[in-house]
């Protein structure tokens, strides 16, 4: 067995689905280690949703403008070296095995399985010589394994929705003040947020001595290409691409441009060009990633596959706002829905059936997914055209090509839209249309 199967082994064995919160664990794995995550200066991000598109499109930006860029994130869709990479670029099979087998070294306690690829993550950057690292918090924040940073260049906080209500409390206000735990002296960009949460934010600023910068930029969108999957847009650097669509993907890049003028007043050097680069080289599946089937099969051709891992109202409110601003709205089409138990599935479904006449349950591949039967019965309740249940992504997949159905439709889970991308080719994460 190779380091790197050796360490999918024992990644499997922690599993995904299991979380403790705390940072006793960690703070031991990285002083065993040296502790790497103070080698490489760091922009720490929390929010309920955005957060990922907002952490590669910084990175992509920071690799534009000349500093070698770690970047770590979650979920992963495919492969689970996608959540750290530099560069642009997941760490490989060798070194990924390498920082698994470090981190068994060092571990007293068995870590989860968060943690372990946290201090793998930063033991990479160390090693990869990384200039600056973008690292997105995993669950919440106060006590999430990513809150070891001590001293970020920047912390950002992307929203702040309703999400894990079970670890992170029932009001925006509770949830707001754990994802403010990553607050340090020093700079803290927020987006506009409700006003309860935004209470909570500054009363945590306030006990840490953080400058707390609230949105500036604005931009707008020229035009979109839906079927490639990207818009035009206008802003205070001239205009450029971004590799991905809606509103809500705009804002994550205003947001960015807020976070790259704060970097150059702490010394860094992101000029406008690097911005604009940065932006048309970016690419995050999953979110509105537009798919023309006709790349895999010549029966496929003038199929067209969406793919939104929107996993929470929020996110989910976010989808079918530019869902509903797509041509792909007004086309024959069928939702292939798969949905976590543990989520505010009700309220997901109650915001969905509207948009969905033609709806196929899936079960996503995660033990954590609802029976999709359940889900099957329910959108029935709420006067949408159930097609079946599907055990699969595969499945699902298969029985949207065999309907006839232009335009599918997958939203609800992560878990199923990588499903899903792995159902298609090996090379499907970064697939789009054109």
């Known amino acids: 067995?190779?380091?790197?199967?050796?360490?999918?082994?024992?990644?499997?064995?922690?599993?995904?689905?299991?979380?403790d919160l705390g940072l006793g664990r960690i703070r031991e794995i990285?002083?065993?280690?040296?502790?790497?995550h103070r080698a490489v200066p760091c922009v720490h991000v929390a929010g309920t949703n955005g957060k990922g598109s907002f952490c590669a499109l910084l990175a992509s930006v920071l690799k534009e403008a000349g500093c070698r860029t770690g970047l770590y994130t979650s979920p992963h869709l495919c492969d689970v070296r996608e959540r750290i990479q530099v560069d642009g670029v997941p760490v490989s099979e060798e070194d990924f095995g390498r920082a698994i087998a470090a981190v068994r070294e060092a571990e007293s306690e068995p870590a989860t399985y968060f943690e372990a690829l946290t201090a793998a993550a930063f033991r990479h950057f160390q090693l990869a010589g990384a200039d600056i690292a973008v690292v997105e918090a995993g669950l919440g924040g106060?006590?999430?394994?990513?809150n070891i940073l001590e001293d970020p260049l920047l912390t950002v906080i992307t929203s702040i929705g309703f999400d894990h209500a079970e670890h992170l409390g029932s009001t925006l206000s509770a949830i707001a003040a754990e994802k403010a735990g990553i607050l340090k002296r020093g700079p803290c960009l927020c987006a506009d947020v409700p006003e309860e949460a935004l209470a909570a934010i500054r009363g945590r600023a306030a006990q840490t001595g953080c400058e707390l910068a609230a949105p500036a930029v604005r931009l707008k969108t020229i035009r979109s290409d839906w079927r490639r999957g990207r818009q035009e847009v206008d802003g205070p650097f001239g205009r450029a691409k971004l590799n991905l669509l809606g509103r809500a993907a705009a804002a994550n890049a205003a947001l960015a441009v807020d976070a790259a003028g704060i970097l150059n007043s702490r010394g860094l050097s992101i000029r406008p060009e690097a911005l604009r680069a940065g932006f048309e080289a970016a690419v995050w599946p999953g979110r509105f990633q537009v798919i023309d089937m006709g790349r895999f099969s010549r029966e496929s051709s003038g199929r067209t596959l969406v793919l939104d891992g929107a996993h929470?109202?929020?996110?989910l409110e976010a989808f079918l706002?530019?869902?509903?601003?797509?041509?792909?709205?007004?086309?024959r089409a069928v939702f292939m829905v798969g949905m976590m138990k543990d989520k505010d599935h009700e309220s997901m479904l109650r915001l969905l059936a509207p948009h969905a006449r033609r709806v196929l349950a899936v079960r996503p591949e995660s033990p954590r997914a609802l029976a999709p039967a359940i889900l099957a019965d329910r959108l029935k309740s709420l006067g949408c055209e159930a097609l079946g249940a599907a055990q699969s992504p595969q499945e699902a997949l298969e029985a949207w090509l065999e309907s006839?159905?232009?335009?599918g439709v997958a939203c609800g889970s992560f878990y199923?839209?990588?499903?899903?991308?792995?159902?298609?080719?090996?090379d499907a994460q970064g697939a789009r249309a054109g």
């Open 30 to 36: 990285e002083e065993r280690l040296g502790n790497p």
């Open 404 to 407: 006839g159905y232009p335009v």
């Open 312 to 315: 929470n109202p929020q996110a």
């Open 142 to 146: 106060r006590l999430d394994a990513t």
């Open 321 to 331: 706002s530019t869902w509903s601003d797509s041509p792909f709205a007004r086309s």
């Open 1 to 19: 067995m190779t380091p790197y199967e050796q360490a999918l082994e024992f990644l499997d064995l922690r599993r995904e689905t299991v979380w």
């Open 416 to 426: 199923l839209v990588g499903g899903l991308l792995r159902a298609l080719a090996p």
